[in-house]
């Protein structure tokens, strides 16, 4: 494992990790690491802790009250829930994309400026440089671009989406978490989104959860199964590479849920 | 049976007969009868079993009015309870659920309900719109109208040099009506005119000032070289209107002459309706009691209304200045506090302050002081500004001279707590109301909360905050009982000059004249009102414009 992060193989790494809201346990002791430049899927039924498990990645369960966490989760050898470090900083460097396409109801231009903008960017050449090339990145650009000053809620929902992505994409994150992006959207849109991602790729790490398991098997190269335990808490059950996991399952469970048997 | 009995039982037995009519609709459907007829049976039953059986009560019991009232409606009530058991029912075979044309029925029995309550919903706010129009018109009535108006001299009879004028002011040159004010008012008038309108002396100089030689009394004005030092108080009548015509204008010197010599007072007054309607008989009313008084159309509210300041003995010279000075001066101080201090509160409760039991009391107690009466507020604020804060309300602690802490700061103060719990609740509501994924979306660019509240909270809540401003806004303008305890003037010779001054506002003004004996105050009142809902919809539009604005940049 250390040698994982010498060779920066791995982007970020949970350990022992337990998360409760309240006196609930809703992720019972997971253990993954997800590698750089990689995507991986979190697939499993509703309600089994793939979204907690991600946001936990960044620490945006916190927005909850009374959630808490045991274990840690590693991104360059530093534990995220260590004291000393702040939330905000987390947030930077590892983005979020949420299920519902979420633009600030301001102009495109804003919405993608906005990150930079609140670390304190004001010049306004390099703002339009960035949000240029955040939304070339988010292959929204072409679309958009005599337009700028248009609402961000103006648009259609698969750009919106693919806003919210050019809006992560221009703080320069290192991961992208992704929280099932396509589900508000059509199948061309999704498509758009999926392509993107693939894309997008060879400069971010990216994890995604969703419902479709045929997009996680289109789109991804490692995917997670998770599942509820007998105290209804979240459990990682089988974890390894895509192809592995929906040719070759390790586990019976894993094998029901993929071949449509329960879920 | 006494008229108050009838109007009770009448009132009962009407909701007797709605009951009746909405609970039998649906009871004639499920027995295979019409639905409207059972309706009508039901209505007819309920009023007419009310009646009667109240009517019998008061006949065998006489001077048991109570008795006859409940009697009546549980009489009309159980008369409709049977009928509801005792209607045959026609439907021989009963079905869980109804259909062909027992489904009909049912469609039409439920539609009728729904007709009815649409009508009664109607009612009531054809009801309201018409108290509203009442209460417009009332008030409208009394602002325009005609007047009797009499002058004190005829401006026929004004003389020069024991000669007759005999022509309109207008046409009077400078000089003429300099002759004018020196043959038709007394020396001692001509000299409270230099006093008053030439060097503008407060009231308490005049006696002072009247000893001395008009080059001090006129030191910052002009005189002519030959009396410089005699004695103000020994100049003659000439001489003093000569004063006048140095130094005012003629236009100044004419409203001078029109003003205090011809004097024109309203001796009575009608309301716009019999003005338009009963001329004749107002013609007949003048002519026989007030001979020589012209009629003549007077609006109540005018620039000179509103420009000038009070009168407390004459209606028709009364202006309002103090108090809407005062009015303007004590909103701009609540809102200061109210607003900022409000919103702040409703941000800390929302998005700060944790789910335990501490911020679940100040919680329910915010919602609580919203209802309190707002006397309550006024002897709070008698407590706290007038008495406790004195030194700072009065401006003493910042070098301003005012005797006691009755100024605008302490009236804005008390207003500003009156109205700070429906700003707070109102706020509170439009900042819950801001989609959870606007915070989101916020955080996972690592902003902070400070950044997402400023950025994305506030300005997505503030059209629903401003709202609720608006509505607290008008509940301070328009409340009296505060200001009174706090100490509130209902007359001053002065405008409100800052939050240090003694004050007076729209509805003390009000107040105060509705309760004067004299007639036409009341129609000072009317337009006073008509002022107050004016400033109101300004102020109100002003913020409905921002809200406007904050909408259009967030769609």
Redesign the interface.
């Known amino acids: 494992m250390t040698e994982g992060y010498t060779n920066g193989r791995f982007a970020i790494e949970t350990r022992t990790l337990h998360l409760y809201y309240g006196d609930f346990l809703a992720i019972r002791n997971v253990n993954m690491r997800f590698e750089r430049n990689q995507i991986t899927a979190l697939i499993g039924p509703s309600g089994c802790g793939k979204s907690t498990l991600l946001r936990s990645l960044?620490r945006?369960n916190e927005?909850v009250?009374g959630t808490r966490i045991d274990g840690e989760v590693l991104f360059h050898g530093q534990n995220l829930y260590d004291p000393a470090v702040d939330p905000?900083?987390?947030?930077?460097?590892i983005?979020?994309?949420?299920q519902?396409p979420?633009?600030?109801?301001k102009s495109i231009f804003d919405n993608v400026a906005?990150?930079p903008r609140?670390?304190g960017q004001r010049n306004k050449a390099v703002l339009e440089e960035i949000v240029e090339r955040s939304l070339r990145q988010a292959a929204l650009w072409d679309e958009v671009k005599d337009d700028l000053k248009k609402?961000g809620?103006a648009l259609s929902g698969g750009q919106q989406q693919r806003l919210?992505i050019a809006?992560?994409l221009a703080?320069e994150p290192e991961i992208i978490l992704m929280d099932e992006p396509c589900s508000a959207l059509d199948p061309i849109a999704t498509l758009r989104i999926e392509d993107l991602m693939r894309e997008l790729k060879s400069d971010y790490t990216i994890v995604i959860v969703t419902h479709n398991m045929q997009q996680a098997a289109r789109v991804s190269d490692f995917t997670a199964f998770m599942l509820l335990d007998e105290h209804r808490a979240g459990e990682l059950i089988e974890y390894d590479r895509t192809e592995k996991i929906f040719n070759r399952p390790q586990d019976q469970r894993t094998e029901d849920y993929i071949t449509g048997r329960f879920g | 049976m006494d008229r108050i009995v009838f109007v009770a039982v009448l009132t009962l037995g009407l909701l007797a007969s709605l009951n009746g009519g909405l609970s039998m609709t649906q009871t004639a459907a499920r027995k295979g009868h019409n639905p409207k007829l059972g309706a009508l049976l039901g209505a007819v039953t309920g009023l007419v079993f009310t009646l009667l059986a109240a009517l019998a009560v008061i006949t065998l019991l006489p001077g048991q009015a109570i008795l006859s009232v409940i009697g009546g409606f549980a009489a009309g009530m159980g008369a409709l309870a049977l009928l509801r058991r005792a209607l045959p029912d026609r439907v021989t075979e009963q079905e869980a659920l109804p259909s062909g044309a027992a489904l009909q029925r049912n469609i039409a029995a439920r539609r009728l309900q729904g007709t009815v309550l649409r009508a009664l919903f109607f009612l009531s706010i054809a009801l309201a719109i018409v108290m509203l129009a009442i209460l417009m018109w009332t008030i409208v009535t009394k602002t325009i109208g005609l007047t009797a108006v009499q002058y004190t001299v005829q401006p026929e009879d004004l003389v020069v040099n024991g000669e007759p004028v005999n022509r309109p002011l207008d046409e009077l040159s400078e000089a003429e009506l300099q002759a004018v004010l020196a043959d038709n008012a007394r020396v001692a008038r001509l000299r409270v005119f230099v006093l008053q309108n030439v060097i503008e002396a407060p009231e308490a100089d005049w006696p002072t000032l009247s000893g001395q030689p008009v080059s001090r009394v006129l030191k910052n004005n002009e005189y002519p070289a030959e009396l410089a030092d005699a004695a103000f108080n020994t100049l003659d009548e000439a001489q003093t209107a000569g004063l006048l015509a140095l130094n005012l204008d003629r236009d100044s010197l004419q409203e001078l002459v029109f003003d205090e010599i011809i004097q024109p007072q309203v001796v009575d007054s009608w309301p716009l309706w019999t003005s338009l309607t009963q001329r004749d008989e107002i013609n007949a009313v003048v002519a026989e009691e007030y001979p020589e008084a012209e009629i003549v159309w007077r609006s109540w509210v005018s620039w000179d209304f509103l420009s000038s300041p009070l009168d407390p003995r004459k209606a028709d010279d009364t202006g309002l200045r103090p108090a809407l000075i005062g009015t303007l001066l004590v909103i701009a101080i609540t809102i200061a506090f109210a607003f900022p201090v409000g919103v702040g509160a409703a941000i800390y409760l929302e998005e700060y302050a944790g789910k335990n039991r501490l911020n679940q009391i100040i919680q329910t107690n915010i919602s609580n002081l919203a209802g309190v009466p707002s006397i309550i507020y006024g002897i709070l604020g008698l407590a706290i500004f007038v008495r406790s804060l004195e030194t700072f309300t009065s401006g003493q602690a910042f070098g301003a001279s005012t005797a006691n802490g009755r100024t605008v700061l302490s009236a804005g103060f008390t207003l500003a707590l009156l109205i700070l719990p429906l700003i707070i609740i109102n706020a509170q509501e439009a900042i819950r109301a801001v989609p959870n994924s606007l915070r989101q979306a916020s955080y996972g660019l690592g902003a902070t909360q400070w950044q997402t509240i400023w950025h994305h909270v506030l300005p997505y809540a503030m059209p629903g905050i401003l709202t609720g401003t608006i509505l607290a806004i008008s509940r301070a303008i328009g409340e009296t009982a505060p200001l009174i305890l706090v100490g509130g003037a209902t007359y001053l010779t002065q405008d409100p000059k800052g939050p240090f001054s003694i004050f007076t506002a729209l509805p003390l003004i009000i107040y105060r004249w509705t309760t004067l004996p004299q007639d036409e105050f009341r129609n000072a009142a009317a337009a006073a009102i008509v002022v107050l809902l004016a400033l109101l919809l300004t102020l109100n539009s002003i913020a409905i414009i921002l809200r406007n604005r904050f909408s259009r940049r967030l769609s």
């Open positions: 960044n945006m927005l009250p905000v900083e987390v947030r930077r460097r983005g979020m994309v949420f519902r979420n633009p600030f109801p906005y990150g609140i670390l609402s809620l919210c809006r992560a703080v």
